[in-house]
């Protein structure tokens, strides 16, 4: 009679080895340790130390628009308008999200030193919507021209215009 393959070679009455579980813990530990120890700012528009507590880089992360700044207070958005505007930019120097009603796409260069991003032209769909949407696609694409300050500050990205004046903050997710 053969033995069960997890036998061979055992002597009797030995449990088997458990050392090969207690390694890939310890693997699974340093890894997650590593992990949590990464600089945020890496050069790929990560807002370093800003950013660090967030968790959240200025590139690959998903920015939902919550709120529009007007001379440094605090704007809702247009009733009924949440969640509907977003973008997202990526390590190639692009930007691409909606607006409020119609989707955009363009160039952005993110300096994470100077804390600036620099848009491009954008091109959009070209879409009509209710008129909440339509305010808040005017106002966020008026805030995304030429280049603009950033700043991460717990999982909220602030854009303002170079005037100061008009703004916007997002939220990662």
Known sequence: MRKPSG?????????????????????????????CGA?????????GSEGAAAGAPVTATK???????????VAPLPEGTAGRAYLTFDTEGKVQGRAGCNV???SARV????HT?????????????TDPEMRLEREVLGILRGTVHYRVDRGTLTLTAASGAKGLSATAG
């Open 39 to 47: 600089d945020a700012g890496d050069g790929k528009g990560g807002a």
């Open 117 to 129: 991003v620099a848009f491009g032209p954008l091109g959009t769909t070209r879409m009509m919507c």
């Open 7 to 35: 036998e061979a070679g055992r002597k009797p009455g030995r449990k088997p080895s458990r050392k090969f579980g207690g390694v890939a813990a310890a693997l699974v530990a340093l890894f997650a340790l590593a992990a």
């Open 104 to 106: 955009f796409h363009g």
């Open 111 to 114: 300096s994470p030193s100077a």
């Open 63 to 73: 920015w939902t628009v919550s709120a529009l700044l007007d001379q440094g207070r």
